[in-house]
T-cell receptor, first 114, second 115 residues
Framework: AQSVTQPDIHITVSEGASLELRCNYSYGATPYLFWYVQSPGQGLQLLLK??????LVQGIKGFEAEFKRSQSSFNLRKPSVHWSDAAEYFC????????????FGTGTRLLVSP | DTEVTQTPKHLVMGMTNKKSLKCEQHMGHRAMYWYKQKAKKPPELMFVYSYEKLSINESVPSRFSPECPNSSLLNLHLHALQPEDSALYLCASSYSGTIEGETQYFGPGTRLLVL
């Protein structure tokens, strides 16, 4: 069965510092991987996605993620965090079993300190 | 345009009320989804419609009744809810619901409080 692990429940980063959010997945075939961001009380916004090809994926708002098959990881990075990046971040793997389904990790809450 | 809209934004209802949540998309997508999200938890899939047919019901109680009048609209009818049903209800859409790796686009959600 597919699963996603986000080992960090909370992360605090100083504004202007770099960020890396960890995501590990378990999936038997080629994974389709997504990062979504959710501000408090809001819906989920797609940051980026990996289907195939280049393992370094660029997304919106200056985010990027690197797919590493050998480590079953898809970590999200940003070189310089802004206060507006404070939110909940969800990693997800897309799976098809007669229908398209997203399996989400438990999320990582990013706090940005001044 | 990758917008999914949901109404209302907030809803308070009693346990004997009947209410409906609405979701709309104009991206030409043929798959639409309902998710339930409790505080500090990831979204949990409730229902999937693909080509206006119910594809998945993730063992959701019958007090939640989905409806897909056409490929652009998705409703969630609520009746006799319990306080534990209070949550953020998210709608999403994707191209067809049957192709690997489809991107799901989410609406802003309806915050439901059951008293």
């Amino acid at each position: 069965a597919q699963s996603v692990t986000q080992p960090d429940i909370h992360i605090t980063v100083s504004e202007g510092a770099s960020l890396e959010l960890r995501c590990n997945y378990s999936y038997g075939a080629t994974p389709y991987l997504f990062w979504y961001v959710q501000s408090p009380g809001q819906g989920l916004q797609l940051l980026l996605k990996y289907f195939s090809g280049d393992t370094l994926v660029q997304g919106i708002k200056g985010f990027e993620a690197e797919f590493k098959r050998s480590q079953s990881s898809f970590n999200l990075r940003k070189p310089s965090v802004h206060w507006s990046d404070a939110a909940e971040y969800f990693c997800a793997v897309g799976a098809v079993a007669g229908f398209q389904k997203l399996v989400f990790g438990t999320g990582t809450r990013l706090l940005v300190s001044p | 345009d990758t917008e999914v809209t949901q109404t209302p934004k907030h809803l308070v209802m009693g346990m004997t009320n009947k209410k409906s949540l609405k979701c709309e998309q104009h991206m030409g997508h043929r798959a639409m989804y309902w998710y339930k999200q409790k505080a500090k938890k990831p979204p949990e899939l409730m229902f999937v419609y693909s080509y206006e047919k119910l594809s998945i019901n993730e063992s959701v109680p019958s007090r939640f009744s989905p409806e897909c009048p056409n490929s652009s609209l998705l409703n969630l009818h609520l009746h006799a809810l319990q306080p534990e049903d209070s949550a953020l209800y998210l709608c999403a859409s994707s191209y067809s619901g049957t192709i690997e790796g489809e991107t799901q686009y989410f609406g802003p959600g309806t915050r439901l409080l059951v008293l």
